[in-house]
């Protein structure tokens, strides 16, 4: 079966601070990889997409970067941390195909300081 | 417009109540569907997809108006362990990328 594995779960940083937030999945291959976030009591919005190693689409303009190292393991990741940053991020998969829905990791709650 | 709009609620119901809940999508063209469950301060779960014909998984029966863009869940004899906030998601066609709503609350009172 496919999980997928997020972390830290929580994390504190200070502003200016780097950030680095790891996302792997297991059991399946090929996947497409996505980054949302969440901030308090709204909803997903999502920041990147990949559907294959090197392949990064980014959604909206922002402090973050995002990397695809290898087919299963998705990476988030920023130099300098801003207040505007904090939220709970979460990495999901799905197979490739228009039918399909996303699986959510369990997500990593960053609070910038 | 937003791409899914949801009503936000709360939805604040008895124990063995039903409660249902729409969301609507602004692409008409859209062709996958779905239900996801999430609670507190943790990942959405996917609850169900929806498909053209409506589907049935227990209590939960989710239903696809394509005429007026929306989909609807509805929750039967609801248990205390229902109250979550329910999020639809969207795909607009020959894309793979979920849009999602801002969820709709639900809580089960005893």
């Known amino acids: 079966s496919q999980t997928i594995h997020q972390w830290p779960a929580t994390l504190v940083q200070p502003v200016g601070s780097p950030l680095s937030l790891e996302c792997t999945v297991e059991?399946?291959?090929?996947?497409?990889l996505y980054w949302y976030r969440q901030a308090a009591g709204r909803g997903l919005q999502l920041l990147f997409y990949s559907v294959g190693i090197g392949q990064i689409s980014s959604e909206v303009p922002q402090n973050l970067s995002a990397s695809r190292p290898q087919d299963r393991q998705f990476i988030l990741s920023s130099k300098k941390l801003l207040l505007s940053d904090s939220g709970f991020y979460l990495c999901?998969?799905?197979?490739?195909?228009?039918?399909?829905?996303?699986?959510f990791g369990s997500g990593t709650r960053l609070t910038v300081v | 417009r937003k791409e899914v709009e949801q009503d936000p609620g709360p939805f604040n119901v008895p124990e063995g109540a039903t409660v249902a809940f729409n969301c609507t999508y602004s692409?008409?063209?859209?062709?996958?569907f779905f239900w996801y469950r999430q609670d507190c301060r943790k990942e959405p779960k996917l609850l169900m997809s929806?498909?053209?014909s409506g589907n049935e998984d227990g209590r939960f029966t989710a239903q696809l108006n394509r005429a007026s863009q929306y989909i609807s869940l509805l929750i039967r004899d609801s248990k205390l362990s229902d109250s979550a906030t329910y999020l639809c998601a969207v795909k607009p066609p020959n894309d793979y990328k979920l849009s999602f709503g801002a969820g709709t609350t639900v809580t089960v009172r005893a």
């Open positions: 692409n008409s063209a859209s062709q996958s």
């Open positions: 999901a998969w799905s197979r490739q195909g228009v039918n399909y829905g996303y699986t």
């Open positions: 059991g399946t291959s090929n996947p497409n």
């Open positions: 929806v498909y053209s």
